[in-house]
């Protein structure tokens, strides 16, 4: 057993899984390692795993036969993952540990708990290789957990929600029926989109600003998912919306290193210019995201168009400059 690697046993099966059959040539190629070594490993899988495992003359290579095993398909013992398995699953647990800390918890905590198992019962320490994978969360907003579970049940039993919400733009408080459409976790933070009934339209509301939400007895109207899809895949970030503008960004040559492997949306133009900046062109139906990039980047992006685009960073710019001007003798 000390000589068999696991991770290897799993892939000689995934191989003749997806191809029918695969050759001892193609095997030892594709796993780099000895004819002997793969003998052990089909021997094995024979005697130890109870795979029905043979050599097929008419396909020139090793298959697996279902109809002599039990149950009419053998499937290996346990739930058995290689090392780019296991790295995506951690992934997906530190992603949900998080989403944002106690917000899922009562839901989460046996799915963290079943993850584990699995992974325990691989080719690897889960314990032992959790702390080399380290996802880092930034500046998520609080979320009430009973407005999340709220919002939850509504959708899935597709239920209208009346909410009390705070608008910031306007800083008044709203009251709203909304029939939820779908959840979406961007930049760290919670957005429900839903159909609200009292503008007639679909809207993108923030959950860290619901002040209180219950669940109606009335059905939710569905949206269809072309027409959400094409409401939201216009505009650009959480901002939807029929495009209006066409942003002109020129980077510096510093700053295109990043910017140029970034995609700031799905239908943007980009190129690079003899000096090595970079030109990016996005479209955008609200620009208030859009600042917030182009402040994050500043002073190595230079917009270009249009006009009152760049005129509105240029009055954030010397806004900025003002309120954070040396005092004298600083």
């Known amino acids: 057993m000390s000589k068999v690697c696991i991770e290897r046993i799993t892939k000689i099966v995934r191989f003749i899984r997806q191809r029918g059959s695969a050759s001892m040539s193609f095997l030892k190629k594709e796993l780099e390692v000895s004819e002997a070594t793969l003998k052990r490993d089909f021997d094995f899988l024979r005697d130890r795993v109870g795979c029905p495992l043979e050599w097929d003359r008419t396909k020139r290579g090793w298959v697996i036969r279902d109809d002599l095993a039990e149950g009419g ?24 540990e998080g989403v944002q800390p106690g917000l899922l918890e009562d839901h989460v905590a046996p799915l963290k708990s079943r993850l584990r198992s699995m992974l325990a019962e691989g080719s690897m320490s889960v314990r032992s290789i959790e702390h080399k994978l380290r996802l880092i969360h930034f500046a998520p907003r609080r979320v009430e957990s009973k407005h999340f579970q709220q919002i939850a049940s509504g959708l899935v039993a597709c239920k209208r929600l009346y909410m009390e919400y705070w608008n910031r733009e306007r800083k008044e408080s709203t009251r709203r029926v909304i029939s939820p459409q779908q959840l979406v976790h961007y930049r760290e933070n919670w957005i ?17 600003a619901i002040q209180s939400i219950r669940v109606l007895d009335e059905l939710a109207i569905e949206v269809s998912p072309k027409e959400m899809q ?40 980009s190129s690079y210019l003899e000096d090595g900046s970079y030109m990016l062109e996005v479209p955008y139906s609200n620009d208030q995201e859009l600042i917030m990039d182009l402040l994050r980047h500043s002073p190595e992006v230079e917009v270009l168009g249009p006009p009152e685009l760049r005129r509105k960073l240029h009055v954030l710019l010397c806004a900025a400059a003002t309120r954070n001007s040396l005092p004298e003798g600083y």
């Open 73 to 96: 398909r053998f499937e290996l013992p346990g739930v058995w993952f290689d090392s780019s398995e296991v790295i995506a699953l951690l992934t997906m647990l530190h992603l949900v």
């Open 192 to 208: 429900l989109d839903a159909w609200c009934h009292s503008k007639n339209a679909l809207r993108s509301f923030a959950l860290d």
């Open 230 to 269: 094409e409401h939201f895949r216009s505009g650009y970030g959480i901002f939807a919306g029929a495009v209006a503008h066409r942003a002109r960004l020129k980077f510096t040559s510093d700053r295109a290193q990043w910017v140029g492997k970034e995609t700031w949306h799905h239908d943007q133009t």
